[in-house]
């Protein structure tokens, strides 16, 4: 009888691996909108100090602005949790490949005991 080592199911670890990527991906993304929306905020208060909009369309902006920014950080947030989660259930997926202790002699293969814990 020969002994077979484990092998990892390559496949199904770069699963996990991509999806970890997209999410970072996204994050990264959402990241770059809020920029984008603080900038156009900003040209909003230059617009303002300019005398371009009145005060009452800058409080609009601001509302309108801090709804958006708190979507972002929602999506931002939920992302982070999604990649934590992939990141744990990788981390599984790799203890479960540790190696079966394995030790041969001129007539068997056997599998090395584990010692009784001391209490």
């Known amino acids: 009888m020969v002994a077979k080592t484990k092998k990892m199911v390559e496949?199904?670890?770069?699963?996990?691996?991509?999806?970890?990527?997209?999410?970072?991906?996204?994050?990264?993304?959402?990241?770059?909108?809020?920029?984008?929306v603080l900038n156009e905020f900003?040209?909003?208060?230059?617009?303002?100090?300019?005398?371009?909009?009145?005060?009452?369309?800058?409080?609009?902006?601001?509302?309108?602005?801090?709804?958006e920014l708190a979507k972002i950080d929602v999506s931002i947030r939920n992302a982070i949790?999604?990649?934590g989660n992939l990141t744990i259930q990788g981390r599984k997926f790799a203890v479960r490949q540790s190696p079966k202790?394995?030790?041969v002699s001129t007539g068997i293969v056997t599998k090395k005991r584990k010692k009784a814990r001391k209490k």
């Not at 993304?29 to 920029?35: L, S």
């Not at 300019?50 to 509302?63: E, F, P, V, Y």
């Open 81 to 83: 949790k999604k990649v």
């Open 101 to 103: 202790t394995l030790r």
């Open 42 to 67: 900003d040209k909003e208060k230059k617009r303002y100090k300019t005398g371009k909009i009145s005060a009452q369309a800058l409080r609009s902006s601001t509302a309108k602005t801090n709804k």
């Open 11 to 36: 496949p199904a670890f770069a699963k996990i691996v991509k999806e970890i990527t997209a999410n970072a991906e996204l994050i990264r993304t959402r990241q770059e909108e809020k920029q984008a």
